[in-house]
Nanobody, 128 residues
């Protein structure tokens, strides 16, 4: 089982990046995929989630309107488009997978303790 996050880098404030999370070793299309981030000295926080079908999405208030999550089940990949980046978006971004039994239709907020698989993070640095 592997989740590979990529696409991080250094960008100026106002810029854009696209993160990718590619999965292997498990049945990708029955899993919801979430993105979390952890900034230096801060706790890990949920950023976004997409359910197994792509019909349900979640965004933290801090990124709503700027980030967009999508998935391509044929490629076993979830994307997170980051636009209008701010310095406070600087963090290590992690993707995680949770077997989707339908609970996200009631509450789409992902919980880090409830994820089944985690990938290694990708660093996003936003400079002023």
């Amino acid at each position: 089982v592997q989740l590979q996050a990529s696409g991080g880098g250094v960008v100026q404030a106002g810029g854009s990046l696209r993160l990718s999370c590619t999965a292997s070793g498990f049945l990708f299309d029955v899993y919801a995929i979430a993105w979390f981030r952890q900034a230096p000295g801060k706790e890990r926080e949920a950023v976004s989630l997409i359910d197994k079908s792509g019909a349900i999405t979640y965004y933290a208030d801090s990124v709503k309107g700027r980030f967009t999550i999508s998935r391509d089940n044929a490629k076993n990949t979830v994307y997170l488009q980051l636009n209008s980046l701010k310095t406070e978006d600087t963090a290590v971004y992690y993707c995680a997978a949770d077997l989707d039994a339908g609970s996200y239709s009631r509450n789409p907020i992902p919980k880090s303790g409830g994820m089944d698989y985690w990938g290694k993070g990708t660093l996003v640095t936003v400079s002023s």
